[in-house]
């Protein structure tokens, strides 16, 4: 090799050029603190600082951090149309506080809550009704089931004694009116073999009649009195022996006393034995009166001067003269009359209900046949009259049972027929004589084969009522009540 080849091999050795660092420590040391903050002083870093910025804005982020990206807009999509759908759920149908317990199934004591609905019925103008309905079925066996067949009000709700066909003999109670649940006959008194019925004076008072098991294997008449200072505290009347054996079975409170009946299930409706009856002033001390019907089956109202009563007469009454009297201090007696010449085709009634003017409802079994019709009396009782529904009301041969809601110069009376497509109520605001189906479009009912009014004591009328069927019927339980 000559000496200039040499010295050019030399040359290039010396200045070749130095590998650089990697891309990853040239990022390393672009990204430390002391750099950034040397990048930026001065107008031209302060320039760069914002060409950074806007590259990150528009830089498309690399592709696994892109699927990352994608990923988390799509669950938020999804929450919140989840969340949104659940607001909806519960606004459009609020569930009641024991319906997140459903799964635990219904015990005897609180059965599960139903969800509730609330719609106005198309059946009026001005007259405010609610309907909050259950959307499961009554549930009829004797173990879970809890309806009331007579119930007050006091001052923690609602309080009432049920029994066949409704469930077994007992009392029940309820803080809305809707849910009803078990309290044992042991509640009144731990000899007590039945409860048949309730009142109220409105003041603290409530009344129960029923029975205690005698000796010979009958049951011998009690009444038991809460004052309403420990609600419920029972406490037997003392003086038992008023009621000679015979079980109690209807209570009503007036004005300003109390009245009760009694009668045996054995006794035939013909047989020649007056029914018992008893009168109170405080529900503590009765005295016996006599009544005038015979027999096992009585209806008994109150209204703004006393009391109508409808049974078995014992004695035949006059052509003009239905099985129906009236009375103002529930002792004395006087014997109603039929305005309209229907006495002989009526027979006792079978249900009533009173409105706030003293106008009486009533459902009567006609003589000699099965079919039934609607009586009316507008002067709290005295004289009758038969409504002849027109067509609008369906099988009115078989209605059953009869309420009333008023307001103002307006009474509301409804009325339930046999189980007959699908039991629906009709109301009636011209005295029972042109009727429409009470019914919500949304909603789908009420529906009923019983209607029961809450007791109001001597206060005729009532703001609200229940309605609900018999065992096996498949109806729910609904509440109407002013608003």
Known sequence: MNEHNLDKRLRDVVGVRQPSAPASLHRFLRELPETQAARRRGPLGRMRSVSDRARSLIALPSIPRRAQVGFGVAMAIVIGFAGASALITLRQGSVGPAASQASLGPTPLQPPKRTLSTHVPPVRASFGL????????????????????????????????????????????????????????????????????IASDNLGTIVVGGGVQGADGTTDGRIWVDSDSCSPCWQETSNESVFNGVPVRLVVRSSWQFIAFGWNDATLSDAFRPMSEWRSVDGWTWTAVAAPIKGSSAVVVTTATGFVLSGTPITAGAADEPPIWYSVDGETWTRAKASDNTAQSMGPLVGATVTVKSHVYAVVASTGSSSRKLVASLDGGVTWKTVTPDGSLPNAASISHVASISSGTIEYVYATTEKVDGAPIFVSTNGGVTWQKFEDAQAGGPTGTMLLEFANGHQAGTSKFLSFGEPGSGLGIWLTQLY
């Not at 077994?168 to 109670?173: D, E, L, P, S």
């Open 130 to 197: 609610q309907m909050v309905i259950s959307d499961g079925l009554p549930r009829v066996d004797s173990e879970s089931m809890a309806l009331p067949t007579s119930a007050v009000s006091y001052s923690k709700g609602y309080i009432g004694v049920t029994g066949s066909p409704y469930g077994a003999n007992g009392m029940v109670h309820s803080t809305d009116g809707l849910y009803w649940d078990w309290s044992p006959p042991t509640e009144v008194d731990p000899k007590a073999s039945i409860v048949t019925s």
